[in-house]
């Protein structure tokens, strides 16, 4: 791996379990993984072996039970819930199944919207919402609400928010997994476009094996552990 290429995402020893009355079930076990600036990964398992725990806790959604969750070669999963949630905002970006647009504000607002918590100013993080759409296609939905957009315009528009504030590291669970084949197809297409635009690390859990064919390589969850797929 050349010197340029950082690593924006190691799991160290990841483990996870759940009480469920005197039963304890250990969804990971020990799990380790290096994702690097730049690289897209599949991450494609069978339901209910554990592929969105992975992802809400190198998101830092959850706490590990065991092991660390490096972001940008720092450990941050032991961190306060203050830092991890600044961590999330100015480095993480979420794309999850089902686009949870706010219905209120328009899709520019809602590509806005993250950037203004992050302090950015109001025309700034404008120009950066209208350039994501516009790239995603939607320069003419800029100011319709999340009720007006079709499917793919409301999953475009999340992935549009997802990156709005240049993050290091991109997770998505799922994210065309609602949408018909043609749509998930051009979808996809522009999140791929994207992202290796950007130089974003995204690891991307996706049931589609055609899909993970397209990305720069596929791992798997096998007995609590990810392994080369």
């Given at each position: 791996m050349s010197?340029?290429?950082?690593t924006a995402l190691?799991?160290?020893n990841l483990t996870r379990r759940f009480q469920s009355g005197e039963e304890t079930l250990e969804i990971l076990s020990g799990a380790e993984f290096s994702l690097f600036s730049g690289e897209i990964v599949a991450l494609v398992a069978p339901s209910g072996t554990?592929?969105?725990?992975?992802?809400?806790?190198?998101?830092?959604?959850?706490?590990?039970?065991?092991?660390?969750?490096?972001?940008?070669e720092k450990p941050v999963s032991g961190l306060s819930d203050a830092v991890r949630t600044a961590v999330r905002?100015?480095?993480?970006?979420?794309?999850?199944?089902?686009?949870?647009?706010?219905?209120?504000?328009?899709?520019?607002?809602?590509?806005?919207?993250?950037?203004?918590?992050?302090g950015v100013s109001a025309k700034v993080a404008k120009a950066r919402a209208e350039d994501l759409l516009g790239r995603f296609g939607l320069s003419h939905r800029l100011n319709s609400l999340p009720g007006r957009l079709s499917g793919g315009e409301q999953q475009r528009t999340a992935i549009a928010r997802a990156l709005a504030n240049r993050p290091k590291l991109l997770l998505a669970d799922e994210?065309?997994?609602?949408?018909?084949?043609?749509?998930?197809?051009?979808?996809?297409?522009?999140?791929?476009?994207?992202?290796?635009?950007?130089?974003?690390?995204?690891?991307?859990a996706t049931h589609n094996k055609e899909l993970a064919a397209r990305m720069d390589r596929t791992v798997t969850l096998r007995d609590g552990k990810l392994v080369a797929f």
């Open positions: 010197e340029a290429r950082m190691r799991l160290e554990g592929k969105s725990t992975l992802l809400h806790l190198a998101g830092l959604l959850e706490a590990p039970t065991e092991g660390t969750v490096y972001i940008d905002r100015d480095q993480i970006g979420f794309v999850y199944q089902f686009h949870h647009l706010l219905g209120e504000f328009t899709a520019c607002e809602n590509v806005m919207l993250p950037q203004l918590v992050a994210p065309t997994g609602n949408l018909d084949i043609g749509t998930s197809d051009h979808v996809f297409d522009e999140l791929l476009r994207v992202v290796r635009e950007e130089g974003v690390a995204a690891l991307i």
